[in-house]
């Protein structure tokens, strides 16, 4: 999970090239009400809860570029992300079977930006991101199933950590999810046992200088329980990323 809008989790995936995808669950089948999950391919999930400078949502596309009494309009052929003289790649974020309502398949990817941006017509169209802020829920449907039970997460999990997030007091819903996970991480089995793997503490990684901004950190996140939880102040390093994935 992500709360940041770049592409260096992708970027870095891709470098090494490491499959992944940006959905929770890959479907082989759909049926009324159920789905059957896909899980025959091994790749990291990357959710990005806020999500990215690289997508941008067809919806308002669709609905401006249907024809009227036989005149297509202009933005059809001119608009820089999906019209038909846009020049660039674009591919839906999810892929394989989806429900019909699911909002995702209304969201694609802009594989390279960086052309979109450049483009002095840049202006006509605007990524899809959530603003971290109080009221976020009432545009954040089309994201929902990244957040949809989240308050079941971190039991069974083997390790759970964080890179470099401040926990703003500003996002509640942000709050409340990493709390919930940590909650269920910790306290439910905490000497789970899977194929010779145990649970681990919870790994919390951030750049504090100074003894005042390390216990401005350990206060931020005072709800994890002591013992079970472990600092790196030194930032993200290759020591830093050694000792998380220990």
């Given at each position: 999970m992500t709360f940041?809008?770049?592409?260096?989790?992708?970027?870095?995936?891709?470098?090494?090239?490491?499959?992944?995808r940006l959905f929770p669950h890959r479907f082989s089948e759909i049926y009324d009400y159920a789905a059957t999950v896909d899980a025959s391919r091994e790749e990291v999930v990357i959710l990005k809860m806020h999500g990215s400078v690289d997508w941008f949502d067809k919806t308002a596309y669709n609905e401006l570029s249907k024809p009227v009494d036989g005149y297509t309009p202009r933005i059809a052929a001119n608009h820089p992300v999906f019209g038909t003289n846009a020049g660039i790649i674009v591919e839906p974020i999810v892929d394989g079977p989806r429900?019909?309502?699911?909002y995702l398949t209304k969201l694609y990817r802009v594989k390279d930006p960086t052309p979109l941006y450049d483009s002095v017509y840049w202006w006509q169209c605007a990524?899809?991101?959530?603003?971290?802020?109080?009221?976020?829920?009432?545009y954040a449907k089309p994201l929902s199933e990244f957040w949809q039970g989240l308050g079941r997460s971190g039991g069974l999990n083997l390790g759970f950590g964080i890179i470099g997030y401040s926990l703003p007091v500003y996002d509640d819903y942000a709050c409340q999810a990493i709390y919930k996970i940590a909650q269920n991480y910790q306290e439910y089995e905490p000497d789970f046992e899977l194929g010779g793997r145990v649970k681990r503490p919870?790994?919390?990684?951030?750049?504090?200088s100074t003894e005042s901004a390390k216990k401005d950190l350990q206060k931020t996140y005072q709800f994890m329980e002591r013992k079970r939880?472990?600092?790196w102040y030194s930032g993200l390093c290759q020591d830093?990323?050694?000792w998380?994935?220990?």
């Open positions: 940041n809008y770049d592409t260096l989790l992708e970027q870095a995936l891709d470098a090494v090239s490491k499959p992944y429900f019909s309502e699911d990524p899809f991101l959530l603003s971290p802020s109080h009221s976020k829920l009432l919870v790994r919390i990684m951030d750049l504090r939880t472990e600092y830093g990323i050694e998380f994935m220990a």
